[in-house]
C-alpha cells in the first residue's frame, strides 16, 4: 500500500479570484515564484503519476504542486 499527499498552492480557479480582490491577488502571484496561479491540470498530473503502477516507490510523500511558493 502506498500513502501519499498533494498540497496544491494556489490555482487558477473562480474561487480565488471571487475570494481574494483582484489588488492583492496581483501581489500575491508577484510572491510566486513561479509567477502565475497554477492550473488544476497540474494537481490532476501528479494524482495521475502517483496513481500509475510503476509509482509504487513513491511513498509517504507530500507533493506539493505550487509554483515553489513552499519549498522543503
Do not use: T, W
Given at each position: 500500500m502506498t500513502v501519499n499527499a498533494i498540497s496544491p498552492g494556489l490555482m487558477d480557479l473562480p474561487i480565488v479570484h471571487e475570494s481574494v480582490p483582484a489588488d492583492k491577488l496581483s501581489g500575491v502571484i508577484?510572491?510566486?515564484?513561479?509567477?502565475?496561479?497554477?492550473?488544476?491540470?497540474?494537481?490532476?498530473d501528479v494524482a495521475v503519476m502517483l496513481a500509475a503502477e510503476n509509482a509504487y516507490f513513491a511513498n509517504m510523500a507530500c507533493w506539493h504542486v505550487n509554483g515553489s511558493l513552499f519549498m522543503r
Open positions: 508577484a510572491s510566486i515564484p513561479g509567477e502565475r496561479l497554477g492550473l488544476a491540470e497540474y494537481v490532476a
